[in-house]
């Protein structure tokens, strides 16, 4: 069965230290790989995305995420945390008819 | 640009009831999709409408659950009767192209008690 993983419920980093959110997934052909965010109260928000081409995607707030297809990760990242960084992270990944199959949800807190 | 709006954006309604979520897409996105986020769990999909037609229904959980969009604009999510395991957050999107980012509602939480 196609899935995509998040192993971490929760990340705590430092502020203006850097921060990794781990996603691992097991898709067939080409992955399209896709990272949102919910702050509190808010919907989902789209933050990049890989469709093909460059293994280092750029993405809104300063994050950027890293595609390695012999790991089959897509881990993201962000150099220097901010405190409203704090947020619940989403790695998906698009599968048959177009429906995204989902993490778990990675919850980040950024620790003054 | 008005985004994906979504009412209400909380319901708490007694078993046995029934609940109607609303959606609003993006204007002029044929793709509309919903999503549900029972606690603790994965999102998952719901059902994918591309204009007025249902594409894939295949998360709907049950005969509980119907959803519409009538002239393949805004969408509505029918739950009844409810039950307690229904209780999560329903999102809504929508995108133009199929394999694009999909831009979200804020969603709706409902609460069956």
């Known amino acids: 069965a196609q899935s995509v993983a998040q192993p971490e419920d929760q990340v705590n980093v430092a502020e203006g230290n850097p921060l990794t959110v781990k996603c691992t997934y097991s898709v067939s052909g080409n992955p399209y790989l896709f990272w949102y965010v919910q702050y509190p109260n808010r919907g989902l928000q789209f933050l990049l995305k890989?469709?093909?081409?460059d293994n280092l995607v750029k993405g809104s707030y300063g994050f950027e995420a890293e595609f390695n297809k012999s790991q089959t990760s897509f881990h993201l990242k962000k150099p220097s945390a901010l405190v409203s960084d704090s947020a619940l992270y989403f790695c998906?990944?698009?599968?048959?008819?177009?429906?995204?199959?989902w993490g778990l949800g990675t919850s980040l807190a950024v620790n003054p | 640009e008005a985004g994906v709006t979504q009412f209400p954006s909380h319901s708490v309604i007694e078993k046995g009831q029934t609940v109607t979520l609303r959606c609003d897409p993006i204007?002029?996105?044929?793709?509309l999709y919903w999503y549900r986020r029972v606690m603790g769990k994965e999102i998952k999909f719901l059902l994918h409408f591309v204009k007025e037609s249902k594409q894939d229904e295949s998360g709907m959980p049950n005969n509980r659950f119907l959803a519409e969009r009538t002239g393949g604009t805004y969408s509505t999510l029918k739950v009844q009767p409810a039950e307690l395991e229904d209780s999560g957050v329903y999102f809504c999107?929508?995108?133009?192209?199929?394999?694009?980012?999909?831009?979200f509602g804020q969603g709706t939480r409902l609460t069956v008690v």
């Open positions: 998906a990944a698009p599968v048959s008819n177009r429906k995204l199959i």
């Open positions: 890989y469709i093909t081409g």
């Open positions: 204007s002029g996105h044929d793709n």
């Open positions: 999107a929508s995108n133009q192209q199929e394999n694009t980012e999909a831009f």
